[in-house]
């Protein structure tokens, strides 16, 4: 309960800090709605000289992007923890972090939250839709609550890789640039795995498991059966990876060295 | 010497860069999935045909896993640095110092390049000559274009990258700006797919930007995509670019030189 | 009970060293040297409930890394801590909520929004009720003076106002123990007046334990009555900061000042075979002998070099706190009965 009043408490903050600089936020999202463009511009050009990828089809693999956006939009929103490394571990933040009566994780979350990221979700359901009408797939009434389940699922994962990443400055004594590396990884789950080596499909389904933010989610909607299992995986592989991603974290913190001063 | 402390800088950096040993190692590691994920994506898109607008399987292949190679080379993360200087203020200070701020930040981005090029690239291409059937050309007179392409490929990024970051001086916030920038990049300079794979239209636009000087024009020379004499053009328009970038530049810098002294910082 | 008790606290580091040169960097690149140092070596001391202790030592000596252990910020190596009864990095979330931080090197408040939304926000993080926090908060804000900073955003603010407000923030909670790390470092004169006389006032109002590091002796002297003194990571002295001074300031400072041009040698080799220990203040170009409170060892030496230079000024001087403390580091190590 107080947790969750920490939370609204800190987004009217952000908010007010927010609102302060108009220009910025537009900025932000007319380049967030670009990055988004050009991986369309990715599938169109390339769907223009093939017409299967690994069996799938243009609109289907465009539906596999618009699913992706969504719980990608909610982990940009809930866990922008890019520069953890820089600001907390480097500038020594997290000291003033560790000086209050509020789970560390949960306090840096809460500073760094990023609620313009949620556009993305907006252009992600558009996007389905679009390539769903195309396809003409059917809705029924329990697709929006697995679509909810499988988006927070996808986020969890996302989220859980993510904190594992920011786990390294704890022990790593220097800066490091792994999490927009980790990005470029992070894409090829939204192509279906099938087109993967093994060895591939595995590291993306079990080790980094990005798959499950994109193709095994989206190919339930696409009625796919032989990947429901995968699909309904999802939320367990998310709950996973995100609690391991805790205790790692819950561990670092006591190697945490201190910024000189 | 004039040049001594730049090269100083480029030392500096280079053993900065080889500190950071984590950053080394998983470097390595996510490159090489980087281009195998590419391998199996394009070896799917080419799905059993000869050649998509010229180029075979096997030259495809090679262009994605050089293409990333060399980005390795003119990738650095100037315009976030600069930004973040320039928040902080610390351009004031730099600009006390008796030498070119960004020629010095130019010769840091060539440090880590060449660091990048020599202790990621070279093993990376190994690994995966290793592993995936690639084939590189051993035709000298290739290399040695490719190494002029992609030294010219450093130069337009980098002036790319410190355009951006001078904006910081005339915008509160540019983390919009600097990451529009790098997805047009990655797009519109090749990395993703050869320009040749546009639609006509795109690709005559194209020819009038610089982007294409950054990857798609070291990639095709590379992967045999050019014959001589059209390499030898490309590598024309690159030295172009690079002349006309400085122009921006300058004169940008200039404005917010005076704005600097002005405002004070 | 104790506010703080701590029981051979000892906290090691490893410090890696770089091999010279690029054949050395490549070789870290595979195998790394590391010595490990002990930051904090086997400390032990304890402060009552209500006592304002100064924690002093020259940089390296292990201040920030006690304090960041008492405070639940790192993990030690090994020694017992306990802190208002509790173990602060075990139950750090609960721990928190007992102490107040201020770090005068960094910012406790958010840096783009007002003073008085950091301060709501940090109401709610603390759980303080609004009674509690008009009743002690309205008090704080008008001995601090900062009503007027209240709406103005945080980097807007002179380090000397930020401080005030920092101070502020650091109590919102009312908390029966505050660490001050450098509180004063880069501030006025009359800032550390202000901020003096508030410490002083919590600490007699509310029994407030306060440990306060600083460079600034002239700190410990207006506030604390006793000081820990470190070096290199162990306590060499722990007592009653009169006492110390009683001890070993038995001696006495002679400042001159002189017409002509005179070097440090010459002056030294007039009194040579005497107690005496000269130093100079290059600046002010006042020329310092240290010697022991003896009338008649100071007669002679002011009859000595008055009759060598001529003088500009002359004054006679009680050895300052800073000159003990420097006798100290110097001797390494404290023997005061």
């Known amino acids: 309960m107080f947790y969750l009043t920490m939370f609204f408490q800190y987004i009217s903050q952000y908010a007010k800090t927010r609102l302060q600089y108009r220009a910025d936020l537009f900025v932000e999202f007319l380049s967030d709605l670009m990055s988004q463009a050009i991986n369309l511009v990715f599938i169109l050009v390339v769907f223009g000289h093939t017409k299967l990828l690994g069996g799938w089809s243009r609109d289907e693999i465009i539906f596999i992007y618009g699913f992706f956006l969504v719980p990608y939009a909610v982990f940009s929103a809930f866990f922008n923890i890019w520069n953890f490394n820089e600001r907390y571990i480097v500038k020594g933040e997290l000291d003033r972090i560790l000086t209050r009566p509020i789970h560390s994780l949960f306090q840096i979350i809460l500073e760094q939250i990023e609620l313009e990221s949620l556009l993305g979700a907006v252009t992600g359901i558009t996007v389905m839709v679009y390539a769903g009408s195309r396809l003409g797939l059917e809705v029924t009434w329990y697709d929006p609550f697995l679509f909810f389940i499988f988006v927070i699922g996808g986020a969890l994962v996302y989220g859980g890789i993510f904190?594992?990443?920011?786990c390294i400055s704890f022990w790593a004594d220097a800066r490091t640039s792994i999490m927009p590396m980790m990005y470029n990884i992070s894409n090829y789950g939204r192509y279906p795995v099938n087109i993967y080596n093994k060895l591939i499909r595995f590291v993306l389904t079990w080790i980094l498991p990005f798959a499950f933010v994109g193709v095994y989610p989206a190919s339930f909607f696409l009625g796919k059966t032989e990947w429901y299992w995968y699909a309904f995986l999802t939320p367990l592989i998310g709950v996973v990876f995100f609690s391991l991603s805790i205790v790692l974290w819950n561990h670092g913190i006591k190697k945490y060295r201190g910024a000189g001063n | 010497m004039k040049l001594d402390k730049y090269i100083e800088m480029i030392r500096i950096r280079f053993l900065m860069m080889?500190?950071?040993?984590?950053?080394?190692?998983?470097?390595?590691?996510?490159?090489?999935?980087?281009?195998?994920?590419?391998?199996?994506?394009?070896?799917?898109?080419y799905a059993?045909?000869?050649?998509?607008?010229?180029?075979?399987?096997?030259?495809?292949?090679a262009y994605v896993a050089i293409s990333w190679m060399a980005r390795a080379f003119y990738f650095n993360n100037l315009?976030?640095?600069?930004?973040?200087?320039?928040?902080?203020?610390k351009v004031a200070v730099e600009l006390i110092r008796p030498y070119n701020y960004l020629g010095m930040k130019t010769m840091e981005g060539l440090g880590e390049g060449i660091f990048r090029l020599f202790l990621f690239s070279l093993p990376g291409l190994v690994i995966v000559y290793l592993i995936f059937p690639i084939h590189f050309t051993w035709d000298l007179s290739v290399w040695g274009l490719f190494a002029l392409s992609i030294l010219l490929s450093f130069f337009i990024n980098t002036e790319l990258n410190l355009l951006t970051g001078i904006t910081t001086f005339f915008l509160y916030n540019n983390a919009g700006l600097i990451r529009a920038k790098r997805v047009i990049i990655d797009l519109f300079s090749g990395l993703l797919l050869p320009i040749s794979f546009f639609p006509g239209w795109v690709q005559s636009i194209m020819k009038f930007l610089?982007?294409?000087?950054?990857?798609?024009?070291?990639?095709?020379?590379f992967t045999k995509g050019f014959s001589h004499q059209e390499a030898w053009a490309a590598i024309g328009q690159q030295f172009i670019w690079v002349v006309i970038l400085i122009?921006?530049?300058?004169?940008?810098?200039?404005?917010?030189k005076k704005q600097l002294i002005i405002q004070g910082g | 009970m104790n506010a703080i008790e701590v029981k051979n606290l000892r906290k090691e580091f490893k410090a890696y060293s770089s091999r010279s040169g690029l054949k050395g960097a490549f070789r870290d690149l595979f195998t790394r040297n590391y010595k490990v140092v002990p930051a904090v070596n086997n400390i032990s001391f304890s402060v009552s409930q209500g006592e304002m202790v100064g924690y002093i030592g020259e940089n390296g000596a292990g201040k920030s890394t006690t304090i960041k252990m008492l405070t639940g910020i790192l993990t030690p190596t090994s020694g017992d801590i306990r802190v208002n009864g509790m173990n602060p990095h075990k139950e750090r979330e609960k721990f928190v909520r007992t102490i107040g931080v201020v770090f005068g090197q960094r910012s406790q408040l958010w840096w783009d929004i007002a003073v008085q939304e950091s301060f709501r926000l940090l109401k709610k993080v603390y759980k303080v009720t609004d009674e509690q926090y008009d009743d002690h908060m309205q008090h704080?804000?008008?001995?601090?003076?900062?009503?007027?900073?209240?709406?103005?955003?945080?980097?807007?603010?002179?380090?000397g106002q930020r401080m005030r407000c920092e101070l502020a923030a650091a109590l919102i909670h009312n908390p029966p123990l505050l660490f001050l790390d450098e509180p004063t470092i880069g501030l006025d004169v009359l800032v550390k007046l202000k901020i003096r006389e508030f410490l002083k006032e919590i600490n007699q109002k509310y029994?407030?334990?306060?440990?306060?590091?600083?460079h600034d002796l002239s700190d410990i002297e207006a506030l604390c009555e006793r000081v820990i003194m470190l070096d290199e990571g162990k306590v060499i002295y722990d007592g009653a900061l009169h006492h110390l001074k009683e001890n070993l300031a038995d001696g006495k400072e002679l400042h001159f000042q002189f017409l002509e041009q005179v070097d440090l040698p010459a002056v030294k080799k007039l009194t040579s075979g005497m107690p005496v220990k000269w130093d100079l203040d290059e600046k002010e170009q006042v020329f310092i002998a240290n010697l022991e409170n003896d009338d008649l060892l100071i007669s002679q030496v002011i009859a000595i070099v008055v009759a060598a230079f001529k003088i500009k000024d002359i004054k006679i001087n009680e050895t300052s706190t800073e000159e003990i403390i420097r006798n100290i580091y110097e001797k390494g190590a404290v023997e005061v009965g």
Do not use: C, H
């Open chain 3, 207 to 214: 029994n407030t334990t306060i440990l306060l590091t600083t």
């Open chain 2, 48 to 61: 059993g045909k000869e050649e998509i607008q010229g180029l075979s399987v096997s030259q495809m292949t």
């Open chain 1, 163 to 166: 904190v594992m990443l920011a």
């Open chain 2, 247 to 256: 122009l921006p530049i300058q004169l940008l810098w200039y404005i917010a």
């Open chain 2, 210 to 221: 610089p982007f294409q000087g950054i990857s798609y024009v070291p990639s095709m020379i």
């Open chain 3, 140 to 159: 704080v804000i008008k001995t601090l003076d900062i009503e007027p900073l209240l709406d103005k955003p945080v980097r807007k603010l002179s380090l």
């Open chain 2, 18 to 45: 080889l500190a950071y040993r984590t950053n080394y190692y998983t470097g390595i590691l996510i490159y090489s999935i980087n281009i195998g994920a590419y391998y199996f994506l394009w070896t799917a898109i």
């Open chain 2, 79 to 89: 315009d976030r640095e600069m930004a973040m200087e320039i928040m902080e203020g």
